[in-house]
């Protein structure tokens, strides 16, 4: 890894541990715990296995054995490839065994965005899914190997690597490790895409997590273990891992996991399982509400329904408290950045609805020049802090200020109670169900084509995914239809959900005085063409 230019200092490492905000021992530690008190306690479960903490440690020991024998340096990235099931936590904990960096992938992505991410993380092991009839990894990961220079082991849970991980958890040999070399080293990835160009890789440390995640509990009103359940998808370490999988995991709590999102599975997850905590995107609540009033499901167990990646509309939130009789509790922050505020079970509706919540303690929030009542760009630093973005230092430094603030791009206001309301987005970002979506990224495959002049991607509005994308082209004189266009972003590796589902064309866009495309002019534009066309009407 290259220099971490935002990581704390000395100085701040003693302070937070002297006033037991970080603690002193690393995440495996707790899970070892809990698997010696309370060894038959549920772990983690998924559609596939159920793990009580004697056998998901036990695994996690069969795993970390099998990276000590690869003999790789103290720090090397191990990228897992998974969908959304135990197999992250395992190869998470394993890593954590073997001090190796751990690297969570969707495995929605695909040769862009993974060959990329692999070349930057210069990861050591790839772990793959089992091949499937409309995915094939092992090929897609062959197909890379010359440009992967740093790879030298692939693996899978099952069948498509030469090194079959289910058959390693059997093996008898055991590495239970004395955990990480300090728990203050970064060692776990979360992948986010951001308002230009590829994904990026942001570093956590083991006591960033344990702040935390200990900040989160609290906001939850917890007392004894209680079942949580992961409805977002976990494969990028954020949202639907950090708070519904190691939450639970190193407080002693169970973990059900959705691997396949559907809104009738969710409810049926959280009733079959008595789930108390639940964590989802905005996006995939509307959808469980509108199925749960319809068919009138009942919940008795669920008192919180935590949300993140994208905003709430106040009424969905109240109508969700409601419905389902639980509280609504939406949070905010950055996979880059961390997270400044959350909302807590003992805060007013009102507040829960249209805020996102009070600082956490610790926390240096700031509002654009300091008038924390007027609007500006949301900015802020607290023991969660990233250590900024791996082997990325320019990339870093434009995301935090020379003091380690992080630059949210996110425009809010503090109430007069303390709460903070985001007002809008300076990011030219768009996020689709929760899903962060580069518009360069889909800009610079689409400019590629020969009947394309110009390309921009716009988010806008929907009722159910918060946005989606539209492509805005300048045509050459035969321009492209928008399957042309879907079909060119699949063949070029980019994910489903960032191929566009609206289409507009333009004789040419409109630019501000610097000569550059307004994109504020060109989505009112847009917008326009939509209040005048008959519903549901797309181009």
């Known amino acids: 890894m290259t220099a971490m230019p935002m990581a704390p200092t000395q100085a701040e490492i003693d302070r937070w541990v002297a006033e037991k905000v970080w603690r002193t021992d690393s995440l495996l530690h707790a899970l070892d715990a809990h698997a010696a008190a309370d060894g038959d306690r549920l772990a983690v479960a998924d559609q596939h296995r159920r793990l009580s903490y004697r056998e998901f440690a036990d695994r996690t020991a069969a795993l970390a054995a099998w990276l000590v024998g690869l003999e790789l340096p103290a720090g090397s990235v191990v990228a897992v490839q998974s969908p959304s099931n ?289 609007v500006g760009e949301i900015r802020w630093r607290n023991p969660i802090k990233t250590y900024g973005y791996l082997n990325d230092d320019e990339q870093t430094s434009a995301a935090f200020t020379s003091a380690g603030l992080y630059r949210s791009g996110d425009l809010g206001r503090v109430d007069e109670d303390g709460y903070l309301h985001i007002v809008g987005r300076a990011k030219d970002l768009i996020i689709r169900g929760g899903q962060n979506i580069s518009p360069r990224e889909i800009e610079d495959v689409v400019v590629e084509m020969a009947e394309v002049l110009e390309a921009a991607a716009l988010g806008v509005p929907d009722a159910i995914y918060g946005e989606r994308v539209c492509l805005c082209v300048v045509p050459t004189a035969e321009g492209p239809t928008l399957e042309q266009v879907a079909a060119h972003l699949r063949a070029r590796g980019l994910a489903e959900f960032m191929v566009p589902e609206r289409f507009e064309v333009f004789d040419e866009f409109p630019s501000n005085s610097g000569g550059k495309v307004s994109k504020a002019d060109l989505r009112a534009l847009v917008l326009a063409r939509a209040a005048n066309r008959p519903e549901g009407a797309v181009r």
């Open 86 to 374: 135990a197999h992250i936590p395992l190869m998470h904990f394993a890593c954590n065994r073997a001090d190796l960096t751990f690297l969570p992938l969707s495995d929605a992505w695909r040769e862009r965005e993974i060959g990329h991410l692999l070349r930057r993380s210069e990861a050591r092991v790839v772990v793959i899914p089992p091949d499937r009839d409309d995915v094939g990894y092992s090929g897609m990961i062959a197909g890379m190997r010359a440009e992967l220079p740093d790879v030298d082991v692939v693996a899978s849970f099952g069948s498509g690597a030469a090194v079959d991980l289910d058959e390693v958890m059997l093996r008898p040999e055991r590495h239970w490790g004395t955990g990480l070399a300090s728990q203050s080293l970064p060692r776990m990835c979360m992948v986010t895409s951001g308002t230009s160009g590829f994904p990026k890789i942001s570093l956590y440390s083991d006591d960033n997590l344990w702040f935390f995640l200990s900040a989160y509990r609290q906001t939850l009103g917890a007392d004894g273990p209680e079942v949580f359940a992961g409805i977002a998808p976990a494969n990028t370490g954020s949202t639907g891992y950090i708070f519904p999988v190691l939450t639970p995991l190193l407080f002693g709590s169970s973990c059900v996991m959705l691997e396949h999102w559907n809104p009738v599975a969710a409810l049926e997850l959280l009733a079959d399982e008595a789930v108390a905590v639940a964590v989802a995107v905005p996006t995939q609540l509307i959808k469980m509400l509108d199925i749960a009033k319809r068919r009138r499901v009942d919940l008795p167990a669920l008192r919180v329904l935590s949300n993140a990646g994208a905003p709430m509309p106040p009424e969905v939130a109240a109508e969700i408290d409601s419905a389902l009789g639980c509280a609504v509790l939406p949070m905010y922050g950055a996979t880059d950045g961390g997270v400044p505020t959350m909302t807590t079970v003992a805060d007013p509706p009102e507040k829960r609805y249209r805020s996102v919540g009070r600082p956490l303690p610790h926390t240096e929030l700031r509002i654009g020049d300091g008038d924390e009542s007027q």
